[in-house]
């Protein structure tokens, strides 16, 4: 909030004693566009890698699961990536398990490095591979397991920060280390993973899907079927990750892309409202936010605030590949949407 002005006069002082303010003190908070306090941000996969092996020694994975948080350098300290969204870095080592626990936030994985882990969402095993997305929708059970004998890796996604400011944060720990196992493994791939062709016996509609793995295989066979397409110019071919059972986004408050630039890709730039964390799943490429060059490469992760002018272009000698989460749903359920070509 700005400084007051007029202080001295008695009036504004008997207001701000019984906690009024006047809107002609604060009217230039009312900005004629978006003005975000989170600030465009790259955290580079050489630091990433340097502290997740750090934290394999440096912190034990207790209640608390090793996951080393992004927070913007905008938002002094505030328990954020941008203002909806937070970002991490979690790491598990072979043998490790993580807690069993619940939120009302939803959260999604996106695996960097590692295969064989799971996470066990509501009973369900989900066996995590490179590449993959693993979701798990708002107060459901899970715990993170490690059987293998290598080491785990994947970025975290949750809208914790638009949460809390809805005031809506809940949180459980498990009575047990893990939840209970019962349902069969990849379960929900097997029920609801095939594409577009869904189960009909099956009548639920639920928000969050119920597809809580999406594999890279999938994923890829998608972008490659699709690379000799115009796709968009403003983010190449760009896909979203849907609700099975809906067509929408995999949660009501998180929307997850995968975009494939090809080789020698320049697009086009544009803003949009709601804010987005990139991760870097393969390639070399630079993106102007704001006027400001990131230049990019894999396993580099990059918060964009709303209402930042963005350009991608691939600079590399092969296929770049982006995954995104960001707060669409939530701008869109809301009327907020807005987009501005450059
Ligand atoms: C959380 O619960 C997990 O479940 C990971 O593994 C990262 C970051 C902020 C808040 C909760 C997890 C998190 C988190």
Redesign the pocket.
């Known amino acids: 909030m700005n400084a007051p002005t007029k202080t001295e006069d008695a009036f504004h002082e008997l207001i701000h004693r019984n906690h009024m303010w006047g809107l002609w003190e604060i009217a230039s908070q009312m900005t004629p566009q978006p003005r975000p306090e989170a600030v465009p941000h790259q955290w580079k996969w050489a630091l990433l890698e340097e502290v997740a092996r750090q934290s394999a020694t440096a912190v034990p994975v207790g209640d608390e699961?090793r996951?080393m948080?992004l927070f913007n350098p905008g938002l002094n300290g505030q328990w954020a990536t941008t203002n909806t969204l937070?970002a991490?870095v979690?790491v598990l080592l072979p043998g490790e398990v993580?807690r069993a626990?619940r939120?009302s936030?939803a959260?999604i994985r996106f695996i960097i490095s590692g295969n064989g882990a799971y996470t066990a969402v509501e009973g369900e095993k989900v066996i995590m591979r490179e590449g993959d997305l693993v979701l798990?929708p708002s107060w459901q059970w899970?715990d993170?397991g490690n059987e293998t004998s290598e080491t785990v890796v994947w970025m975290?996604g949750?809208d914790?920060p638009l949460t809390k400011a809805l005031n809506c944060i809940f949180f459980e720990m498990h009575r047990n280390q893990k939840a209970d196992h019962g349902k069969p493994v990849n379960g929900s791939k097997a029920l609801y993973g095939h594409g577009h062709l869904a189960p009909t016996w099956v009548k639920e509609r639920p928000r969050f899907s119920p597809l809580m793995l999406y594999s890279f295989e999938q994923t890829m066979d998608a972008l490659n079927a699709l690379r000799s397409s115009e796709g968009s110019p403003y983010d190449g071919i760009s896909l979203e990750y849907t609700n099975p059972q809906t067509g929408g986004p995999v949660t009501p408050t998180i929307a997850c892309r995968v975009q494939l630039l090809r080789k020698g890709e320049k697009l086009k730039a544009r803003r949009v409202t709601g804010s987005s964390v990139f991760h870097v799943v393969r390639g070399k490429g630079r993106t102007v936010i704001d006027g400001k060059p990131f230049d990019w490469a894999k396993g580099d992760i990059i918060a964009l605030p709303s209402w930042a002018p963005h350009a991608h272009e691939n600079t590399g000698a092969e296929d770049a590949i982006l995954f995104s989460i960001s707060d669409r749903p939530v701008i869109e359920a809301l009327g907020f949407y807005r987009e501005e070509l450059a």
């Open positions: 699961r996951a948080q937070i991490a979690q993580a626990h939120h936030p959260a798990t899970h993170h975290d949750l914790v």
